[in-house]
């Protein structure tokens, strides 16, 4: 009985699959009494939230946001910057904030992200995904 019941719960555990998995969420109208204004804020699958606190890898493009050649702080995005959700044409789950353990001086290069998944869904001032202690490799 309890090999039946390893094999369950193993068939039922999905796998982190990169964007993807981050996809799974939806998203609804909320009004934020700090910011004054109406806001889209996201409500996780249960799968999403089961990557919460755990370590994932994604693969994308650096969007700088630091003025220096190196950042320890920069917004991963699922496309190349002309496609980016900050450009218009995609939506906000195909972005991560991403704070490294070193800096790093890519910019709109396609890189792999390896760190901890963190899950935002009560701060507006951050994006939903956020990628702590991350090491970062260029991907050719």
């Known amino acids: 009985m309890s090999k039946v019941l390893i094999i369950l719960i193993w068939c039922t555990i999905q796998p982190f699959q990169g ?78 904030e991403v704070y490294t353990s070193e800096k790093v001086t890519y910019k709109d290069e396609r890189v792999k992200v390896t760190g901890i998944l963190k899950l935002n869904d009560s701060d507006p001032l951050h994006l939903f995904f956020i990628i702590s202690d991350a090491d970062v490799e260029l991907v050719f």
């Open 19 to 96: 964007w993807d998995t981050l996809q799974k969420l939806k998203l609804q109208q909320s009004y934020d009494e700090f910011l004054g204004e109406e806001l889209e804020l996201p409500v996780f699958s249960e799968e999403l939230e089961s990557f919460d606190g755990q370590q994932v890898t994604l693969e994308g493009y650096v969007i700088p946001l630091q003025q220096s050649a190196e950042q320890d702080y920069f917004v991963l995005s699922r496309f190349p910057y002309n496609n980016c959700f900050f450009c218009g044409n995609a939506g906000p789950e195909t972005v991560a």
